[in-house]
Every structure is written in C-alpha cells, then in structure tokens.
C-alpha cells in the first residue's frame, strides 16, 4: 500500500468529487490547514492515487460518474483499513449517507457546505478519531510487550481473558479469580483493589465470603494484613509456612478482616513499576499444606501480569471516555453551527417569499377594488395581472436558487430564450435595488443597456434573468458613491456575447481567481452565494462566463451563450404539428392539495380537455381502471403512494396511456425513476399554464413509453 501517512508530519488528505469547483474549494480549506491534500474525479483517478499516497481522511462524494462513492468507500476500507472516510452528498436522501456510515465512513457533510469552517472541523474530528485509535493500539502493544517480558516466569493460559481484548474488564477479574483458586486449591479468596476516590481498599472479586455484600466491604490502608500489604508492597505468609528468609508472622484477626471466613494465609500486592493497585488474599488450601515461598513468588508474579492487565484497560476506558467525551462536545458545535446557518438561510428565504406575497397581495386587491368600479381600466387589470404572474415566477426562482445551493438540480436548458427580453425584464426586477434604494441614499446610479440583434439562445429564461439581476446587485454593491452600469450584447461568431460592466471599486487578482467559489465573499453579512449561482447556471447553459477587473477601475463580467438550434423534427411531425390541431382528451388529475387540483383542473378545462380529479394515489388508480382516460397527470409527493407508483400501475393496466409528472421537488439525481415508470415529461411546480397545456400535447404525441 505504498508509504505511511504516519510517517509524514503533515495529514494526508484525498478529496474525491466530479465537480471541480468543489474539488477546489476542499482542497484550498485543507491546505490553508497544512494538510498534505490531493484531488480526484472520480473513483477510478483515486484509486490509482493510492499505491502511493494513503490518506489519513477521505472525503468522498457518494455520486460519481462510473464507481460510486459507496464502493469506493469499500474498497479504501479494504486497502487501507485506518484511513477514516467523510461522505459527500448534495441531494435530500439521508439514505445512502447513513449506508455508508454502517459500511465504515466516519460521517458524512451536506453539500453544499453552510459554513467552510465545518468541512475543517469535521476533518479534525476524523483526525483526532485515527489519532486515537492508533494510541490505543500503541498502548495495547506495551502491555502485550510488556506481559510477554513476565510469560518465561508465569504466563496465562493461551486463550484467556488476559489476551482477549475483546472480554470485559470484569470477565478479566473473574477469570483471574477461578485460575488462583482451582491451581493453589483453595475455598476462600479475596481480590481487593484500591478506590482512588476514599483510598481504601474494596472488594473487586471474590470467592467464600463470610459476608452477603462483600460490596459494603471497606478495609483502609495499614489495617490488617490486606491494608498493610497494600501500604508496604511486602508479601504476607502466615506463621506455620515453609519460608528461606525472615521470620514467620503470626496470623492475627484484625476487625477490618472479619468478612474473611478463616485467618489470611498468604497475600501479595498487585502493583506495577509505579504504584500498588490492590492485594490478592488467600485463605488456607483445602489440603491442610501451608503455603511456602514458591507460592509467594508465583502468586506474586501473577499479580504483577494482572496490574499490567488493569492498567491497560483502565487506560483503554478513559482514552474512549474522552474520545466519547470530546466526540460529543464536537457534534454539538457541528450541530449549533448547521442549525445556525439554517437559520440564516430560512430567514432569506423567508424574507424573499414574503416580498413575492406582498406584492402579489397588493396587486390582486387592486384588481379587486378596480372592478367594483362602474368603469374598470382593462388595461391596468391586465398589467397588474401581469405583475402578479411575474412576481409568482420569481418566488419560484426562489426555490430554484435553494436547488441550486445544494447542487441538485441537473435539468438540462432546451427552449429558446430572447436574451434581450431578458435583460430587460432583469432591469426592471432589481430598479428598486439600483434605483430606489441608491437615490434613498443620495447617490445616483445610471443603467444603460445596449442590446444589439443577436439570435435566440438556448435556456430557461427566468435563470437567464436572476444572472443579470445578480450581476446588476453585485454592480450596485461595487459602487457605493453611485455611478454607472452598463449591459450589452453583441454577436462573436456562432456565440451570444453578454456583457455587465460598472466603473465601481474593482477588486484585486486574488479576490477576482476566487470569485465563483462557493460561500466565498468579501461583505461583511454576505453568504457567498451570488456568483456561484451565476457560474452554475451559466455551466449549465453550456456558456462560459470570465470577470475582468482591477482595483479602481470597475468590473466586466463577459457572458458567452450557444445559440438556440431547433430540434430536428421528421416529415411526419412537421405534417402532424400542422396540419392537426391541438388534441382534446380525457386527462386524470390527482395531486393531494386542493388548490392545485382546482387551478390546474380549471386551467385544462378552459382549453377544451375533461378533467377528472383525484386527492391520491390510490383514488387514481381505481378511477382509471374504470377506463376511458387518455393522459396522466400525477403529483409526485403524496403520501401512501408516489408519483412513480401510479406511473407504474398506469401503465400495468394500459401501457399506451402516456403519464406525465408534476411536482414541486427537484429529481435531478432520479433521472432513472422516471424512465423506469415509464413516464413522459417532468413539470416542475409552479409553471406557467401554457407550459402545463403544452406538455399535455408533447405527450400526447411522443412515441408510447410502456
């Protein structure tokens, strides 16, 4: 497995993640952190890493292209068993992060990360886990070494608790206990250990106790024959034993010792090197023969392999309380600050939501108290009404930009976008920011458009407007004594060219190179968000997008975007769509809230088509094995039973009949899900009606996907 992490002073960190910005961002927290860091793509790229390179921490993504996370998982743990392994995941299912927890990864992180600060705290705590471990390992080994150093004297059997460190602390006792009393053949014996909190003597075994609680029992040091064992070290034999050396002592009862059923015989300290631990009392054998000074001597050395024994899983049990210990401090930080930067981003949220109500509120009570009126103006009912449905896209570029942080969202822009429109529409949206807001504070700023002709490009217009709108907020932040902003566009070759420049403060080369990093910002309450979501969106648009700009001399953001190219359509669809008029059909609508189902219901209605509604899963599919349905339209989301499952049973019953899903959750990551119910087309709640009509007679016409 090529060389030892340990034998670097540097952590060894590997970051395994496709998307490179990711990658990037990890790897500059950890080397701000003098970590030893290397990067890779996918599973394959790490794992060719490792021959040379074994890491200390892994941090995974459990989606990658080709192997995925959860085996690379497996076989990092299989080639290199310390490495601690951290788990990546962007979408909502804490299922797969939890398998992988189970299969050996130390935790997992959510992307994208709240706070960078918690990626390093989260990598220290799998440091300091390893660290750990290998101590522990260390410590093992000592006293293995050190046991071993006695075994040429007295060792105990193969197999005992004394080498299993899987027994228990007591099962080490006990065995102790039985080996003493079956070998020297005795009935009474006493195993005592010193309580460090009162310094006494208390009973940790036992065998043939006067007493029913010997628990109760306390002796202090210098009492008796157990209590002067312990204060000197010094081995008691009875009078009426076989000794070489020094006289024989009398076996007098001290009261301390009533618990004892016949007078002490032989007791020996349990100490180490360094301290006493307790003392091992034996009453007389069984036989009638005394004991002599080879039973001193054995006993003696048994009771320094047990101290030794003590002692390690004494320091085995206070290495894993204050892991235990420090592991619990930890996750409680982790939590307070993951619970804090929800905070934060539920009150943004928040706060945009409750701007698109207000306005939304506004506008529709003006509607209302303008037809009351003898002569209603139509229109500035229908203006209004056009504010209302825009306000309602916005809140749903709310809940995009929520998808977006946390890199869910994987659809692929297809219809044609008019990048003018766009921009102006982006204009208009943020003139409260450069306008209201500016000349609140006495500065004046100007914005210029200069919009040449240029071709339609391919996108989803609302992102394609939160870009400007981002660029045109980040523009006002850049300039805060007022000044000018300017967007153009423009032809280069076969691209759309998108320009957004301010004469504002600039910024240096270092912030500049760092611009679209996640959570990477220079405001003081700033989330770090703003360009990332602009890089994102603009990568998913297959564009690029660069910034130029230098302290003083303002900012240019330089947007290129491919342009829209028509799918290629056959003889027979240019004859159908043309010469056919829209189908009207019998369309099944179960979604479980009420509203949606009268909305929508209503809106399909208008245009021509019989609507037959359901409230879940179940209801649905009993109304369509009635029959006489010619389109599914399912909610996702609705309890007992899902989306995908009616899709399913749909198409059980009669495989002709397209399915077509509405929902309000992002499913990039379960592209799979809905080929396998055989489902038409995705709409993502809100959309606009004529997107609804218009998937309605797309499915109608693509091929039967049974």
């Not at 529709?364 to 009351?372: C, G, M, S, Y």
């Not at 002569?375 to 916005?394: E, F, G, S």
């Not at 998108?498 to 996640?518: C, H, Q, Y």
């Not at 043309?578 to 209605?605: C, I, K, T």
Request: glycine share 8%; with cysteine; hydrophobic share 40%.
């Amino acid at each position: 497995m090529g060389s030892d992490p340990e034998r670097s002073a540097r952590p060894r960190l590997l970051v395994v993640d496709d998307e490179e910005t990711i990658r990037h961002v990890l790897v500059n927290v950890l080397e701000e952190n003098d970590c030893e860091t290397r990067a890779a793509g996918s599973a394959e790229e790490a794992l060719s890493m490792l021959s040379g390179f074994v890491p200390s921490v892994a941090l995974i993504d459990i989606v990658l292209p080709g192997k995925n996370g959860l085996d690379l998982l497996a076989d990092i743990k299989r080639l290199s068993p310390d490495t601690e392994v951290i788990m990546m995941t962007s979408h909502a299912s804490a299922e797969s992060a939890l398998r992988a927890i189970k299969e050996g990864a130390y935790t997992y992180l959510r992307k994208p990360f709240e706070d960078l600060d918690e990626i390093w705290i989260t990598v220290q705590r799998a440091l300091e886990k390893r660290a750990l471990t290998e101590k522990n390992r260390i410590l093992l080994r000592e006293q293995e070494e050190r046991n071993l150093s006695l075994s040429s004297n007295v060792a105990f059997p193969a197999g005992s608790p004394a080498a299993a460190d899987s027994r228990s602390y007591r099962e080490l006792l006990e065995f102790f206990m039985d080996m003493v009393t079956k070998e020297l053949r005795v009935d009474s014996a006493c195993l005592m250990l010193v309580d460090e909190p009162t310094g006494t003597l208390k009973v940790a075994a036992f065998r043939g106790l006067a007493t029913g609680d010997p628990g109760s029992v306390s002796v202090e040091l210098g009492d008796g024959i157990s209590g002067s064992v312990a204060m000197s070290g010094e081995p008691f034999l009875a009078a009426g034993a076989r000794r070489n050396k020094g006289p024989r002592r009398a076996a007098s009862v001290h009261p301390s010792e009533s618990f004892f059923p016949s007078p002490i015989a032989l007791c020996v300290a349990i100490r180490t090197d360094q301290r006493t631990l307790g003392v091992f009392s034996l009453g007389g054998r069984k036989t009638g023969r005394p004991f002599d000074d080879g039973d001193v001597v054995h006993l003696s050395a048994l009771g320094s392999q047990l101290a030794l024994a003590i002692e390690g899983a004494r320091r085995a049990d206070q290495l894993q309380r204050a892991y235990e210990s420090l592991k619990s401090a930890q996750d409680q930080l982790v939590f307070s600050e993951r619970i804090k930067a929800i905070g934060q981003m539920a009150g943004g949220v928040a706060h945009d939501f409750n701007n698109a109500l207000a306005a939304i509120l506004a506008r529709a009570q003006i509607i209302r108290e303008d037809l009351t009126r003898d002569a209603p103006d139509p229109a500035k009912t229908r203006a209004d009404l056009d504010t209302i449905i825009k306000t309602a896209l916005k809140g749903a570029q709310i809940i995009r930009r929520i998808q977006d942080y946390t890199r869910i969202r994987k659809d692929a822009p297809q219809a044609p976008v008019d990048i003018n429109l766009a921009i102006k529409d982006a204009i208009e949206i943020s003139r409260p920011k450069w306008k209201q807001e500016s000349e609140a504070r006495g500065k004046r700023i100007e914005v210029q458009a200069a919009l040449s002709q240029v071709p339609m490009v391919t996108g989803i217009v609302h992102e394609l407007t939160q870009v400007v709108e981002n660029l045109i907020f980040n523009a006002v932040e850049a300039m805060p004594d007022g000044g000018r902003i300017s967007v153009a566009t423009r032809r280069d070759g076969e691209t759309v060219v998108v320009e957004v420049s301010d004469n504002g403060i600039g910024m240096d080369e270092a912030t500049r190179k760092r611009l679209f990093e996640p959570f990477f910002t220079t405001k003081e309450y700033g989330q770090g968000l703003g360009t990332s979501i602009v890089y994102g969106i603009i990568q998913r648009h297959r564009g690029t997008i660069v910034a130029r700009s230098q302290p003083g001399h303002g900012t240019t953001f330089t947007i290129t975007l491919p342009p829209y190219v028509p799918r290629p359509r056959s003889d027979r669809d240019i004859r159908e769509a043309s010469s056919a008029p829209d189908r009207l059909v019998r369309v099944l609508f179960v979604d479980d809230e009420a509203g949606v189902r009268e909305a929508y219901g209503d809106a399909l209605r208008l245009r021509g088509h019989q609507v037959v509604t359901a409230a879940h899963g179940e209801e649905a599919v009993s109304l369509f094995e009635k029959g006489g349905f010619d389109l599914v339209l399912t909610d996702l989301s609705m309890g007992a039973m899902s989306g995908f499952e009616v899709a399913k049973r749909v198409k059980a019953i009669k495989a002709r009949v397209p399915v077509v899903l509405l929902t309000g959750w992002a499913i990039g990551q379960e592209d799979h899900r809905v080929r396998d119910a055989g489902i038409a087309a995705v709409l993502i709640k809100p959309c606009p009606l004529e997107d609804l009509c218009s998937a309605v007679q797309e499915a109608l016409r693509l091929p039967v996907r049974a």
